[in-house]
């Protein structure tokens, strides 16, 4: 079982581009990408909230498991 994320989908759906993504929730774009192709370990409760908050879903529409 693993986590992955769409996150990199729904930005590409929305016209957004990850620099400009990084720059709204104010994160380094490093972290953005790794959180877009599914290289991130660890991700705080705080940065899972704000890119919720800033995209308007809920974290179970961008973050997923997979068996």
Do not use: H
Not at 37 to 54: A, G, Q, T, Y
């Amino acid at each position: 079982m693993a986590i992955y994320f769409t996150l990199r989908e729904i930005l590409i759906k929305r016209g957004i581009t990850e620099r400009q993504f990084a720059k709204q929730v104010k994160i380094r774009e490093g972290t953005l990408y790794d959180i877009c192709n599914n290289k991130i370990k660890r991700i705080p409760v705080e940065l899972i909230d704000r890119i919720s908050e800033e995209l308007n879903l809920e974290p179970g529409e961008w973050i997923k498991r997979k068996n």
